[in-house]
């Protein structure tokens, strides 16, 4: 096919899945719509759930695999929308709409050069596209639940918003419960051991702790106190203090790494991570993606942000259409000039690489 039939294909796919309701664990239709693409191309496709996913027509099992990745659900609009989030519209080259930015343009711009490679003989790598569900949750039956059912991977292009820039690394994510006990009393009478004003030592300590080795590319790791809960009675001293931590952890630490350290100095009385499964990741820069893609122009740099790479054990390379600033904000858009371009080096990435 033309690329600039893929583009425009695109395109209009986009404006469909974004007047598609896809919220986390609610993607049946738009999955439905991405079936709709393989069956109109002819190309064979699986589902398993809300995920849907195809291989490369002259799939060569002596060959490594390159996924291709990006997710089709959405988070909920929030209040300052202007616009109906479920209307796709363009205005001054930008389409807006609910999921447009974050990831719409990535898996659209993603299917299309699967589209474009699918028929290619001779290609160094196998090429597999999965469109995901789930992933603004991180949930169980998104790419997790997939994984196991694709071919191995050997290196994956995840799409996200990067400006098309290559996000090399990406910082892994634990989420910790964390509990400061003190002793229960009426506010009247006297107490030495009032959890409240012990935590505000606790908040001290997490807001001056440092990990101490750094990444040249994720730089350090970040804790941060997101959420704090005490008390329920004006005259009574709460026996304890919840709170919650958030900590984003560079590729020099394990989240087991950043548990034990955790647990063995922090303050507190009880630690509990919620989950160790979203891991830091990262490819080599002299991969022959991020040789590939330097050579197109593109920028390497360290993601703060989280994506399904965490759940990816292979070589990933984080790169996609439109601006990361602009996801989950109201009245969310993409430029329809970064979606085809986005696909046109895409294309070319693979030509180099591939």
């Not at 440092?210 to 005259?235: M, P, Y």
């Not at 979203?278 to 920028?299: T, Y």
Request: charged residues 25%; negative net charge.
């Amino acid at each position: 096919m033309k690329i600039s039939d893929l583009q425009q294909e695109a395109i209009d796919l986009l404006k469909n899945l974004i007047e598609t309701q896809s919220f986390s664990g609610e993607e049946d239709e738009t999955a439905a719509l991405l079936e709709e693409w393989f069956t109109r191309h002819e190309i064979p496709y699986n589902r398993h759930q809300n995920n849907v996913w195809a291989v490369n027509k002259n799939y060569d099992k002596d060959k490594p695999v390159l996924l291709l990745n990006s997710h089709h659900d959405t988070v909920k609009p929030n209040s300052a929308y202007t616009r109906d989030p479920f209307k796709a519209s363009i205005e001054d080259g930008k389409l807006f709409g609910l999921g447009s930015n974050d990831a719409g343009g990535c898996l659209v711009s993603l299917l299309a050069t699967f589209t474009y490679y699918f028929e290619k003989e001779k290609l160094n790598y196998n090429i597999v596209f999965a469109g995901t569900a789930e992933e603004e949750i991180n949930g169980k039956n998104g790419i997790a639940s997939l994984v196991p059912l694709l071919p191995e991977i050997d290196v994956a292009i995840v799409g996200e918003p990067t400006l098309m820039d290559l996000a090399i690394a990406e910082k892994g994510l634990i989420v910790f419960d964390a509990v400061v006990k003190g002793t229960a009393s009426h506010a009247a009478h006297p107490n030495n051991d009032n959890a409240i004003y012990k935590t505000s030592k606790v908040l001290d300590w997490f807001r001056d702790f440092k990990f101490e080795k750094s990444s040249d590319s994720l730089g350090d790791v970040k804790l941060t106190v997101t959420q704090i809960n005490a008390g329920s009675q004006h005259n009574v001293v709460p026996s304890k203090v919840d709170l919650v931590l958030d900590v984003r952890v560079n590729d020099r630490y394990s989240n087991q790494e950043i548990e034990e350290i955790l647990q063995k100095k922090a303050p507190v009385d009880i630690l509990q991570a919620r989950s160790l499964r979203l891991n830091s990741s990262s490819i080599p820069p002299e991969h022959v993606m991020v040789k590939a893609g330097i050579e197109l122009g593109m920028k390497t740099y360290g993601s703060p942000t989280l994506s399904d790479q965490a759940l990816l054990s292979c070589d990933s390379l984080k790169v996609g259409p439109g601006d990361s600033t602009r996801s989950h904000t109201a009245d969310e858009f993409i430029y329809v000039k970064e979606i085809e371009e986005g696909i046109e080096k895409y294309i070319k990435l693979l030509e180099l690489a591939l």
